[in-house]
């Protein structure tokens, strides 16, 4: 077993784990770390546990410290700074023509790298832009193209349902959604019934799809023919979570019937 602490770029953000070395760490503590894009201001998101090692696939990066208030003050400067970057940049790629939409600039927490995340449907030649952004802002920049999905987990807003996006309110990982999965719900193939803001499959349908096939067994499929109360008939209508259906008998209407 081995001593790690899980770690978050973003509150909420997908979980890295992290060697707490020497220090006393607990969730929701800020914390300073060092990465392969330098030194990063970070969240735990979970308290000091024990994995197994052989679910570690790459050398564990150690926290540096326990982030103090002057870090605190820090990152909220970079974030300022990182969203005045963000519509300068923006306001350059208008002027250089340049067919793509930033979404997210990020100051690493010691300033020697800007990332920008940014949407395009075709290919960029962006290697003048980084050397006028470079110029600008004296420091490392990096363009790292994202996804319509990417973005809508970074810019948030509501469903169609009303509430908060699922993806940038709790989902860790943008998981592959199948159109069958909106198939299992009996949903209506209606783009804007199942389709997300970004456009996509609706997320939910991915983590509520092992729910549903729970709730389906033992449910026959609409059209199929049953016996009920020794009377054949047709399944004409199902309703997967109060788990009954309705089978029409000829000459004598339709029955329902609810499993326990």
Wanted: proline residues 2%.
């Amino acid at each position: 077993m081995i001593r790690v602490v899980g770690i978050s770029f973003k509150k909420k953000g997908q979980v890295y784990f992290f060697s707490p070395g020497n220090l006393h760490i607990k969730r929701g503590d800020n914390v300073i770390v060092k990465t392969e894009r330098g030194i990063q201001f970070a969240y735990a998101e979970t308290d000091i546990i024990e994995i197994e090692e052989n679910k570690i696939t790459t050398p564990l990066k150690e926290v540096i410290r326990v982030a103090t208030k002057e870090d605190y003050y820090t990152n909220e400067k970079n974030i300022k700074n990182s969203l005045v970057a963000l519509q300068k940049s923006k306001k350059i790629i208008e002027d250089m023509g340049i067919n793509m939409q930033l979404i997210d600039a990020t100051y690493s927490f010691d300033k020697e790298q800007l990332v920008f995340k940014f949407i395009s449907e075709s290919r960029i030649d962006f290697r003048d832009l980084v050397k006028e952004l470079a110029a600008i802002f004296h420091t490392r920049i990096e363009m790292r193209q994202i996804g319509v999905r990417d973005k809508a987990k970074e810019t948030g807003g509501c469903g169609i349902c009303g509430r908060p996006l699922c993806c940038s309110k709790f989902l860790k990982d943008l998981e592959s959604v199948s159109i069958g999965m909106a198939k299992n719900q009996n949903l209506s193939l209606n783009p804007s019934k199942i389709n997300g803001s970004c456009g996509r499959l609706l997320c939910c349908l991915k983590y509520e799809d092992k729910t549903y096939n729970e709730l389906k067994e033992g449910l026959p499929k609409i059209g199929k023919k049953v016996t009920v109360n020794n009377e054949s008939g047709t399944v004409i209508s199902v309703d997967i979570l109060k788990r009954k259906y309705s089978v029409e008998i000829e000459g004598k209407g339709i029955v329902e019937v609810e499993l326990d």
